[in-house]
């Protein structure tokens, strides 16, 4: 066996050697580590190439991380646009169809119906991308597809609330079209009645009324208008009174004396206890006994009341007063004003007697006062000429002052008289004066009115 030779060995291995030493040595210095002999030596040039390959590694690696966190955020904000465009497009589905539930659309609503379908199941796809983090791999046109699905929802949302204005719109037209035919209607049925009424009140009911079929209860109807005349007429009479600075206390109480009202403005009913009294005088005597006892028989006779009754009702009182003015109830109207409006009133009122003249000489003014006073004494008067026009003829009665009340004959116009804490056995209300007269009709008995205070004297 041949022997090595030292020579052939050594120099390789001391090459090896040394390079090796020389890589560990560059090692230990980037690696900061301290040779044998304790004192580490790095060469200036070698530390700042290490700073400058560090700080450009961590740059690289912020901006890696800057770029993965801008992606995630366009990511997820292209996530929600779809999300939103879906939602979008949900909300046009339902708005076209409840649009085509009314008027009723079968093929709009199946249609409606599988749009909201199928943009619930992409809504649940998006939830699930979400979950599972799987983003767009190209967000930004996605983004810009989403904004434009949302748009034409939009647009698909006001285009069917549109047409649902519209056509609310022509169901409003056509409904103010009807509304307006009703009202032209009514108010051509209410012209129709309110000239009728003129004529005469509500007496028009009484237009297909025969002899044969008169009852009580078209005398009732008649007294009824003839009572809210009366009333009107002493509205105005007050309202005068007032407006010449009369003591309405003073005139009141010198109708009817010692009475003890149970409200202020009862004392309105003196008034009215006053118009009737003078008005119903002589209502029993044919024709209010103007023409005397020389009456005719025939004048007397129900069938002339009647048709009398039927003349006068559907005439204007001032028409006829100016066509017949030496007529009976031209008569009539004169005499009862000249004993309603006395004077002194009359001259209070307007400053002269202008009317009570005219009046006296069968001259009718065409005055409120007086057109007022004419309407009630023609109420009157058709209540007279109907009261004659029964067989027997109907007859007017009073109460007299202090008697007890009776539900029988009467009629209380102050309800407060049988609610009053006041009131006791000793003291219990008696009739004050009679309002408005009562009425016989055969067996029939229509209620006077009377007002109740608290009287001591029978």
């Known amino acids: 066996m041949e022997a090595v030779k030292p020579s052939a060995v050594t120099p390789s291995k001391s090459k090896w050697v040394r390079t090796f030493s020389k890589v560990l040595h560059l090692h230990a210095a980037g690696a900061g580590i301290v040779p044998d002999d304790g004192v580490q030596k790095v060469p200036k040039e070698a530390g700042e190439?290490?700073?400058?390959?560090?700080?450009?590694?961590?740059?690289?690696?912020?901006?890696?991380?800057?770029?993965?966190?801008?992606?995630?955020?366009?990511?997820?904000?292209?996530?929600?646009?779809?999300?939103?465009?879906?939602?979008?497009?949900?909300?046009?589905?339902?708005?076209q169809l409840q649009h085509a539930q009314s008027p009723y659309d079968a093929e709009g609503i199946q249609t409606a119906d599988r749009l909201i379908v199928s943009d619930l199941k992409k809504l649940s796809e998006l939830k699930q991308c979400f979950l599972k983090k799987q983003y767009d791999p190209s967000p930004e046109h996605s983004m810009l597809l989403a904004e434009i699905q949302e748009q034409k929802s939009l647009s698909k949302t006001f285009e069917i609330m549109g047409k649902k204005l519209e056509s609310q719109l022509r169901l409003k037209e056509s409904e103010i079209i009807f509304l307006r035919e009703?009202?032209?209607?009514?108010?051509?049925?209410?012209?129709?009645?309110?000239?009728?009424?003129?004529?005469?009140?509500?007496?028009?009911?009484?237009?297909?009324?025969?002899?044969?079929?008169?009852?009580?209860?078209?005398?009732?109807?008649?007294?009824?208008?003839?009572?809210?005349?009366?009333?009107?007429f002493v509205r105005l009479m007050i309202d005068e009174m007032k407006s010449a600075d009369w003591d309405i206390n003073s005139a009141a109480n010198s109708i009817e004396r010692a009475v003890i009202y149970w409200k202020a403005d009862d004392k309105c009913f003196a008034f009215e206890s006053f118009i009737c009294r003078e008005m119903f005088k002589a209502f029993h005597h044919p024709y209010f006994f103007l023409l005397g006892d020389s009456v005719p028989e025939g004048k007397k006779h129900p069938q002339v009341f009647f048709e009398r009754f039927m003349e006068l009702k559907s005439t204007k009182v001032k028409e006829y007063l100016a066509t017949k003015p030496k007529s009976t109830f031209a008569k009539f109207c004169r005499t009862k004003y000249l004993q309603v409006v006395h004077p002194?009133?009359?001259?209070?009122?307007?400053?002269?007697?202008?009317?009570?003249?005219?009046?006296?000489?069968y001259q009718f003014p065409d005055t409120t006062f007086f057109t007022l006073f004419a309407e009630m004494a023609?109420?009157?008067?058709?209540?007279?000429?109907?009261?004659?026009?029964?067989?027997?003829?109907?007859?007017?009665?009073?109460?007299?002052?202090?008697?007890?009340?009776?539900?029988?004959?009467?009629?209380?116009?102050?309800?407060?008289?049988?609610?009053?804490?006041?009131?006791t056995p000793q003291s219990e209300p008696r009739v004050a004066f009679t309002v408005v007269p009562g009425f016989r009709i055969g067996k029939t008995i229509i209620q006077c009115q009377v007002y109740l205070s608290q009287l001591k004297t029978r």
């Not at 004529?199 to 297909?208: A, I, M, R, T």
């Not at 009732?220 to 009366?230: A, C, D, E, F, Y």
């Not at 002194?344 to 000489?361: A, H, P, T, Y």
Request: charged content about 25%.
């Open 344 to 361: 002194k009133m009359e001259s209070s009122f307007f400053g002269n007697l202008s009317i009570r003249d005219m009046v006296s000489s």
């Open 182 to 232: 009703s009202l032209d209607e009514s108010n051509k049925q209410n012209k129709l009645l309110e000239k009728r009424l003129n004529q005469s009140g509500q007496l028009f009911v009484l237009d297909n009324l025969h002899l044969s079929g008169l009852g009580p209860s078209h005398f009732m109807t008649v007294l009824r208008q003839t009572v809210k005349s009366i009333r009107s």
């Open 378 to 423: 023609k109420r009157v008067w058709l209540l007279h000429c109907l009261a004659f026009a029964f067989v027997p003829a109907a007859s007017i009665f009073q109460i007299s002052k202090g008697c007890r009340f009776s539900e029988v004959y009467m009629e209380s116009v102050a309800e407060e008289a049988f609610f009053s804490s006041e009131i």
């Open 49 to 95: 190439w290490n700073d400058s390959k560090t700080t450009k590694r961590l740059s690289q690696k912020f901006d890696r991380l800057h770029d993965e966190e801008l992606e995630r955020r366009v990511a997820w904000e292209a996530l929600i646009a779809k999300i939103f465009a879906t939602i979008s497009a949900i909300k046009a589905g339902y708005a």
